[in-house]
């Protein structure tokens, strides 16, 4: 079992930073793939950033490039999202999840983190 646990969430105004972590215990190897969601109020939850852990690939949705950045520091089992320049539009509740490498649908999933960017 693999659990998840996000921080770093809070209130910034537009322009801003912030940088989200992901700390992972159990069974967390080489062979997960770890990624970043969101939900704002009333939309679908999004894949904003993923991370595969084995060969170091990065995912990014279209809206974010050039503006966040998954990294990870393998010694502390922990995957940040730095995200810059924040926009309003990237209000939304943040989660961390993990799938094992082949798996179609992310398995683990972390609480939640709120973020919410003012104008």
């Known amino acids: 079992q693999v659990q998840l646990v996000e921080s770093g969430g809070g209130l910034v105004q537009a322009g801003g930073s912030l940088r989200l972590s992901c700390a992972a215990s159990?069974?967390?190897?080489?062979?997960?793939?770890m990624g970043w969601f969101r939900q704002a109020p009333g939309k679908e939850r999004e894949a904003v950033a993923g991370f595969s852990w084995s060969g170091g690939s990065t995912y990014y949705v279209d809206s974010v490039k050039g503006r966040f950045t998954i990294s990870n520091d393998n010694a502390k089992n922990t995957v940040y999202l730095q995200m810059n320049s924040l926009k309003p539009e990237d209000t939304a509740v943040y989660y961390c999840?993990?799938?094992?490498?082949?798996?179609?649908?992310?398995?683990?999933w972390g609480q939640g983190t709120q973020v919410t960017v003012s104008s």
């Open positions: 159990g069974r967390i190897f080489s062979s997960y793939t």
């Open positions: 999840a993990a799938r094992r490498i082949g798996r179609p649908n992310y398995e683990f």
